[in-house]
């Protein structure tokens, strides 16, 4: 029976036999934990109908778990050093395809359609490099895709801050955009010791679901730029920071009054206490 790739001893002997250190530059953290990796596939609860995305695979140990539980995988990998050893430690596996590519310079809806087929629905299962967190889950929310569950591990912190209720230290512009397109759970957490190299922050995989918005917007990307504005300064009224946005002259007060007179929201509280659906009244009063 070969060893699976994640395992602590071949992950070390394939990282010394090509002679390479995990690079911090590209978030390189590697899990060695086979209970880790079968919780992930649990949580993503993956059969042979599914289509999955893996951003960052490394030296392959994930991919080796998604390759046995799903139909198929496309994984992008930044890494040239970690491309070519994926092409060896992946070779029995057929039904995995890697891409040499920054994930987020992808056109994923386009490339995934390639890979899949149009509109074929996708999972997307993933240890994440931590450094970009958060621009890659935008990017696969934004992306207008067909999918049906993230499952993705990333730093406990920012795990905190997607399932964040508002009125906490936690809840900010990220926690408000997630709530627009997705239902947030914590599947597992991790701590340091599941890796080679352990990374100085405890993780946890968190498990994000479609969900259709409540109240969907033309332009969310303009619904996010004016809670991004409410958030510029935590400690300030909502008021204060809505008229940094928007200037002070009186014509812009009245209209900020009307609007969130309009919203049934209160100028001097914090943005920190709204919710996605109080954001998005007042974005459209204002429109
Ligand atoms: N999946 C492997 C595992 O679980 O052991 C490795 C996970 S490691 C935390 C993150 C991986 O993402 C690394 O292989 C790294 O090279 C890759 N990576 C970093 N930045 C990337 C990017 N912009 N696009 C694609 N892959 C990236």
Redesign the pocket.
Known sequence: KTIDI?SPAR?QAILNQYGLR??KK???????DGNI?AGIVAAANLTKEDHVV??????????EYLARAAKDVLA????PD?VKILSETLAPYENVQVLE??????DLKTVLAGAFGDQEAVKVV???????TTP?LLALLQADLNWQQLVV?MQKEVADRLSAKPGTKEYGVLTVMLDYYASVSVALKVPAAA?NPA?NVDSAVVSLTPKPAEEPVDEPKQLFSLVKACFAHRRKSLWNNLLQRFGKEEETKAKLTAALAASGIEAGIRAERLTLAEFTNLYKALK
């Open positions: 994640a992950t995990a690079k590209f978030g390189q953290n590697f899990l060695t990796l893996e951003i960052g695979p490394g030296i392959g140990g994930l991919t992008f990998e930044i890494d970690m590519q920054d994930v987020l310079e992808a993933a240890n994440l490099p931590y450094y970009i890659i591990m890796f990374p």
